[in-house]
């Protein structure tokens, strides 16, 4: 299904131009006067120097003002394989088209609101036909189903002009017109803005950008060196107070060759105070048991150390390089990917 842009703002236009996909833009003259444009032909070759395709209105009275409008413009500078001349359905109209269409130029018989107009489009062997469905629903009409009518006639009938599903109002209108086979569609920028959008999408978008950025987040880019290593011949008070400057719940204790002797955190003083050490703050920690804490080396990735405070129910997390300490990870720095 071939798509259009139904706009005549430059902005608009250049945007949609710049996505590469669009088959062309259409116009109407009720945009022209909505912008209050005056030299409209002035707007009409500069729009066609922007798009593929450019539908644009030819109106008159009999058919030959119709055909003298049409070549009118191409006189101005527009060229014949490019351009759509935009005609009502009207018997005046379908007899221009069917001259026009002879001489090689494209025609789009548009504002039709009937089975029986599209046939008459088809015999005068228009480029488009262009059933309007948002307006045909505002009436109380049922839009969907002749346009649902007017394609099964074009495929039955073997015409080879194309339906093009126009006046949408929502993108509900354009998974209308896939559904229903139409040709073509032409839709306003604030739809087309709207195509690609999904709550879900938005979802998925989010958590592929999320664990894109843990996938590249190393423990080395999360590790604090700070305030956080003391020597086993340190005191209990000597971690507070460390703990305090580092304003991290632990700290890393080691022995004289640099080598992992335990890890303090608050969670032990508590269980400390509470089993009633009263000479705690002044112990060595050459004086309390060892013990293994979870560590994970410097090029560590995010996931594996999320998984490890999962799993292991830890508040931090030593690092190390070549087994010797270089600082902590606290939860709280890795809390938002958990």
């Not at 488009?128 to 469905?133: K, R, S, T």
């Not at 999320?210 to 604090?224: C, G, P």
Request: glycine share 6%; charged share 25%; proline share 2%.
């Amino acid at each position: 299904m071939e798509l259009f842009l139904d706009s005549i703002k430059f902005d608009e236009v250049k945007q949609g131009n710049d996505l590469g996909f669009l088959t062309g833009l259409t116009t109407t003259p009720t945009f022209m006067s909505r912008e209050g444009i005056t030299d409209v032909d002035s707007v009409i070759l500069k729009l066609a120097k922007m798009t593929n395709i450019l539908m644009v209105e030819s109106l008159g009275h009999t058919s030959d003002e119709i055909i003298k409008e049409a070549e009118r413009l191409l006189a101005l500078g527009l060229n014949k394989e490019t351009t759509v001349f935009k005609i009502p359905i009207t018997l005046e109209g379908a007899k221009a088209c069917k001259m026009l269409t002879d001489k090689g130029y494209k025609v789009n018989l548009h504002l039709i609101y009937t089975l029986q107009q599209a046939y008459i489009g088809f015999c005068a062997g228009a480029t488009y036909i262009c059933p309007l469905v948002g307006r045909l629903q505002d009436q109380g009409h049922d839009a969907l189903d002749l346009v649902d009518q007017i394609v099964t006639a074009a495929d039955r009938y073997n015409y080879k002009t194309k339906v093009m599903f126009s006046s949408v109002r929502n993108i509900e209108h354009v998974r209308n017109a896939i559904n229903l086979g139409a040709h073509a569609c032409t839709v306003p920028w604030n739809v087309l803005k709207q195509l690609c959008s999904n709550h879900f999408t938005e979802l998925g978008i989010k958590q592929f950008v999320e664990h894109t950025e843990m996938s590249n987040i190393r423990a080395s880019d999360l590790v604090k060196t700070d305030d956080v290593v003391l020597s086993n011949n340190s005191t209990v008070l000597d971690a507070l107070i460390q703990m305090t400057q580092s304003k991290l719940g632990a700290c890393i204790i080691v022995n004289d060759k640099n080598e992992i002797y335990r890890v303090f955190t608050d969670g032990d003083l508590r269980r400390m105070i509470k089993g009633g050490d009263n000479n705690l703050i002044t112990k060595k920690f050459t004086q309390l048991d060892s013990n293994s804490p979870i560590s994970v080396e410097l090029n560590a990735t995010l996931p594996e150390i999320t998984n490890l405070f999962k799993s292991k129910e830890v508040d931090n997390i030593v690092v190390t390089d070549n087994k010797r300490p270089v600082g902590i990870i606290d939860i709280q720095d890795v809390l938002k990917w958990i």
